[in-house]
């Protein structure tokens, strides 16, 4: 048999236990050479909505899947390369006398489409590409194409399919050696890095980080980035990266057999300090941990385990980790399962605050400022200031520990979309996007989709509350005085509804409402009525995101012609429009400019054609928030640069 020279390329899959991708590399027979290599891919790196959290996330999991190539062979470790997989992998295939490629598979569109150009650029230069699935229970474009190339909307269906695939598979052995690496060296590679003449990084440094200074970073050794080069400051979460940690945390669970036979997802507590889950979801996203670890874990335990109270699924782990598989299965068998324009699983609602795309309907355009109360609410939303402790709460431990409960989930997609706010999943999906550690691209639009009712969940009247619901597993708001400091002082009785305290317990806690924390930014029954109305409208509608009268706009008329009809909502958002453009007028005439058009007028001058004008007129609008124009927004005078849609 020849002798191979193999490149491992990791991706979402950093460890070294159960990776059916890795025995298949380190099966190719006489290995010469063994290359494990990461890419550090630009086009990720500036193109996708990563918070502080997850990029550190990533990189300590990088330190520790690199430790452990070095403890399987001291010569190995982790190679990065910071470029383009598509431009790179082809360069060291060449340099390297690469024979084999391998990689885990990947059913994600992104992914799918990236991993297409590498295959045919790797038939270009006669190198076997060899890519093997592990990161699921089962593969989900198998699982599509048993259910007639249909995505699974429900567990039922899901498990229906896989109960014909057999059992899911053992965990796959953990290597105990590797081969050694070739050279590594790279030709030119002493200053910016070069290849046949081209500096292949120039047209993505910013100048603003040394990230992409030097294809093999700043020593020229293949180093990991760190979050300085990449001119960021240190995350904020305390949950650490690695597959080191990952095993631990599968281990600490599954060393109490109780808990595991009786793990239930609905008696778990989303108010609880400490996660009342197994925080798992971290080491899955990033494969720090194999799917069939976890699940033959739990298998094995239950085994022995001899009280009684089994669980069963859904609510077991079982069932928690098919439920990832059946997201992943959906979204591997739907165009444009992350939005709602062309997507055919997701119900089209006439949401506020909606993608807006140019006619090719690829593009996602510029969102008109549309109305102040949806902005203003998402705003509050994505802060942590709505005024609703138990929201704000969740938003801001989000936000700071790149995690939060699936319950927890629960009530601030809720609250979002269907239950208070009205406004589209897209939106809460790419605050996620942002802020999750574990964010996954199957899982998280489709869980936005299952909160929203727009798929896999129909029961738009079952609305969480927003007092009641956190009070019945925790009445002393544990939560909220961690993340709502301002809020310590305040008695039980009054810790997820403040604005409801009299005026007397208010100045006890140290805490006046409306001034130290904001008083309820809407009226939670008058608004849950509306939406439930709006909804049952929707449902009568019955139309999705590739319907004919989505894709040719004239489906808002539709839903208006509709809300008139039954009476819905119209008034109700009349009277909050009216409410917010009296306060309006009434700023206005306090800063001396009470017209109307010259408040329009100075949004154009804002919007970057004059911007020493514009500044002026801020400093005189000091106590307004509003949109001054395409993609900046002023704050308390302030003048703060965001994308349109903030996140990017
Ligand atoms: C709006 C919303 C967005 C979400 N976005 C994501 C996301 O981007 N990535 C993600 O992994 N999970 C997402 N979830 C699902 C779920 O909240 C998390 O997987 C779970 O909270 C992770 O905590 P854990 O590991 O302690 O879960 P456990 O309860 O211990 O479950 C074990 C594992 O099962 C899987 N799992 C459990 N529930 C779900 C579920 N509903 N959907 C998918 N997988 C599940 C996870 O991999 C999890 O680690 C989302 C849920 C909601 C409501």
């Not at 971290?282 to 239950?302: A, H, N, Q, T």
């Not at 605050?431 to 029961?459: H, K, Y």
């Not at 805490?511 to 049952?536: F, H, N, Q, W």
């Not at 019955?542 to 909502?569: I, Q, W, Y």
Request: proline share 6%.
């Amino acid at each position: 048999m020849p002798s191979s020279r193999v490149l491992y390329w990791f991706r979402t899959d950093l460890r070294i236990s159960d990776s059916p991708a890795l025995c298949a590399s380190l099966s190719l027979g006489d290995i010469e050479a063994f290359y494990p290599v990461w890419c550090w891919d630009p086009s990720y790196i500036y193109g996708h909505r990563v918070g502080l959290n997850r990029w550190s996330f990533l990189l300590e999991s990088m330190i520790s899947l690199s430790s452990e190539l070095t403890r399987l062979n001291r010569e190995q470790k982790l190679l990065v390369v910071r470029s383009k997989p598509q431009e790179i992998l082809p360069v060291l295939w060449k340099e390297w006398g690469i024979t084999h490629v391998v990689w885990e598979k990947d059913s994600n569109a992104y992914s799918k489409i990236r991993d297409e150009e590498i295959i045919r650029l790797a038939n270009i230069n006669g190198v076997q590409v060899v890519c093997v699935h592990g990161r699921h229970l089962y593969d989900p474009e198998k699982v599509g194409e048993g259910y007639g190339n249909k995505p699974t909307l429900t567990l039922h269906a899901w498990q229906t399919v896989t109960s014909k695939m057999g059992k899911v598979p053992k965990p796959s052995p953990t290597p105990t050696t590797l081969p050694d690496p070739g050279i590594t060296t790279l030709p030119q590679a002493k200053d910016k890095f070069k290849w046949e003449g081209l500096d292949m990084n120039s047209h993505i440094r910013t100048g603003h980080d040394t990230c992409y200074d030097h294809i093999l970073g700043p020593n020229h050794d293949f180093s990991i980035p760190t979050m300085s080069q990449m001119g960021y400051s240190s995350s904020t979460t305390s949950i650490r990266g690695g597959t080191i940690q990952a095993h631990q945390c599968l281990s600490n669970f599954l060393r109490d057999p109780r808990k595991v036979a009786t793990f239930s997802k609905p008696a778990s507590s989303p108010t609880s300090l400490e996660p009342s889950t197994t925080l798992l979801s971290p080491y899955l996203k990033f494969g720090c941990v194999g799917v069939r670890e976890v699940w033959w874990g739990c298998k094995d335990v239950i085994e022995t385990y001899t009280g009684g109270g089994i669980t069963k699924e859904p609510e077991n782990m079982f069932g928690q980790l098919q439920f990832r598989d059946m997201y992943a299965s959906a979204e591997a068998a739907t165009r444009h399962f992350e939005r709602i324009r062309g997507n055919h699983v997701s119900r089209y609602i006439d949401w506020g605050l909606q993608n807006q795309y140019d006619p090719s309907g690829h593009e996602i355009l510029p969102r008109p400022r549309g109305d102040l109360v949806d902005e203003e609410r998402f705003e509050a939303w994505k802060e942590g200031r709505t005024g609703f402790p138990w929201i704000d709460a969740c938003m801001r431990q989000l936000k700071y520990e790149g995690w939060i409960h699936h319950l927890a989930r629960h009530s601030v997609a809720c609250y979002l979309t269907r239950g208070q706010c009205y406004i589209s999943w897209e939106r809460g999906m790419e605050v996620f996007d942002e802020w999750l550690i574990d964010w996954d691209p199957a899982s998280n639009p489709g869980n936005w989709m299952w909160l929203s009712c727009s798929a896999f969940f129909s029961q738009y009247y079952r609305v969480y509350g927003l007092v009641s619901w956190p009070q019945k597993t925790d009445k002393t708001g544990q939560l909220v005085r961690k993340y709502c400091p301002e809020l310590k002082g305040f008695p039980d009785k009054y810790i997820y509804a403040p604005h409801l305290a009299p005026e007397s317990v208010q100045r006890q806690a140290n805490c006046i409402i409306g001034i130290d924390y904001p008083s309820p930014s809407l009226d939670e029954r008058t608004e849950k009525d509306r939406c439930i109305a709006r909804l049952k409208n929707a449902f009568a509608l019955n139309l999705h995101g590739d319907a004919a009268e989505v894709l040719d706009g004239t489906a808002a008329g539709m839903f208006r012609a509709k809300h008139a009809e039954s009476g819905v909502s119209e008034i109700k958002e009349m009277s909050e429009k009216e409410r917010k453009r009296e306060e309006g007028e009434k700023r206005r005439k306090r800063s001396g400019d009470a017209s109307l058009e010259g408040f329009f007028k100075r949004k154009k001058v804002d919007g970057g054609h004059d911007k020493g004008k514009g500044k002026e007129k801020d400093e005189e609008d000091d106590d307004v928030d509003r949109d001054v124009g395409m993609g900046e927004i002023v704050k308390g005078g302030k003048k703060k640069k965001e994308t349109i849609q903030g996140e990017a």
